[in-house]
């Protein structure tokens, strides 16, 4: 693997003809067969455009799944999507989320052939994104387990199935997305890593946990306006991850009040830098994705880092996220010629 390998937080904007743009949790435009067919282009669609821009560690760009947790679910049993109950979603926002009315359960493999699909479509190492436990929880009403441990427990094993399979299909790293990681600290001590690792238990493939501040969606926004001058909550994960099994963590950097030094805390892991904004659609320019590179590198070394973006991308324009995918690559291939690394053809 070259040095400073580039990689996305997840996922990309959606074809129009796909589902509306610049929407998250967009409705699906076709159906049937022609549905089936639509996302795999889409994720040729994905691929190409990582590729040209220079992405060394590419995704599926999340075409298939309209929601990063929910569509998950949707395979799961135990789980009552028509009749729904409103929950505090991460303490920010109000949404009507299905039930958990019995004990959940993975009947058939999930993303297991769109894992499959998105490795034979590429000749570069792929990275295949999971919901993780703690996340899973805190997107649904529970009236079954009536604990979140419990709950959460259920779901990480329901996982580590999913996440062997895809392992076998191909894929170069596995990432859970654990967004609730930056709310429930109390939680993520007592029972949330120990979940999280229970969902990557056995993986030989790289192990990666991605932990934000969440799409640049006005919930989120206003959210980070009441954090004040510096974002902290890395703090009170970043020690615990550092001594867990996880291999990676990737982390909101870019346009952000985290001070970069949190990231010294995570000494020994592969530190995935967030160096694009994802709340905003201005497009970075490759020195300004390098000057956050130069700096993570003052607390993590070079060999360990990886330029990514903040979160996932799918609310943007596409036009924007091609220009970031651009900017994210040709940043890293400054800071690159810099350390004296000779391009490889």
């Given at each position: 693997?070259?040095?400073?390998?580039?990689?996305?937080?997840?996922?990309?904007?959606?074809?129009?003809?796909?589902?509306?743009?610049?929407?998250?949790?967009?409705?699906?435009?076709?159906?049937?067969?022609?549905?089936?067919?639509?996302?795999?282009?889409?994720?040729?669609?994905?691929?190409?455009?990582?590729?040209?821009?220079?992405?060394?560690?590419?995704?599926?760009?999340?075409?298939?799944r309209r929601h990063f947790v929910t569509t998950f679910i949707e395979g799961l049993d135990g789980v009552d999507f028509a009749n729904k109950k409103t929950v505090r979603i991460r303490n920010r926002y109000d949404a009507d989320v299905p039930m958990v009315v019995g004990p959940v359960a993975r009947r058939h493999p999930i993303y297991v052939d769109d894992a499959r699909f998105v490795a034979s479509e590429t000749s570069r190492p792929v990275k295949y994104t999971l919901p993780g436990p703690m996340t899973m929880v805190d997107t649904l009403y529970d009236g079954h387990y009536r604990s979140r441990e419990k709950l959460a427990f259920a779901f990480a094993e329901i996982l580590n199935e999913e996440a062997r399979a895809i392992e076998e299909a191909g894929v170069a790293v596995v990432q859970f997305d654990e967004p609730a990681f930056n709310v429930y600290f109390d939680e993520v001590r007592d029972w949330g890593m120990a979940a999280l690792e229970r969902a990557a238990a056995g993986l030989r493939c790289k192990k990666a946990v991605h932990i934000c501040y969440g799409y640049g969606i006005k919930a989120n926004i206003e959210w980070k306006k009441t954090l004040g001058g510096q974002w902290r909550q890395y703090e009170e994960t970043f020690p615990l991850l550092a001594a867990s099994t996880i291999d990676q963590v990737s982390l909101e950097c870019a346009n952000s009040h985290v001070p970069i030094d949190l990231m010294a805390l995570l000494a020994g892991k592969d530190v995935l830098v967030g160096a694009i904004d994802v709340a905003n659609e201005l497009v970075e320019t490759p020195e300004e994705v390098a000057q956050t590179i130069r700096a993570a590198m003052a607390f993590v070394p070079a060999p360990r880092l990886f330029p990514c973006t903040n979160c996932g991308m799918v609310p943007l324009a596409r036009e924007v996220a091609r220009g970031k995918l651009q900017a994210l690559a040709e940043g890293a291939a400054i800071v690159r010629r810099e350390l004296g690394e000779v391009p490889t053809v």
């Open positions: 693997m070259k040095l400073l390998a580039t990689t996305i937080a997840g996922s990309l904007p959606k074809p129009a003809w796909l589902a509306e743009p610049n929407q998250l949790w967009a409705p699906w435009k076709l159906d049937g067969d022609g549905l089936a067919q639509g996302k795999r282009d889409a994720v040729r669609l994905a691929l190409f455009d990582q590729e040209h821009a220079g992405i060394d560690i590419v995704t599926d760009g999340e075409q298939t």
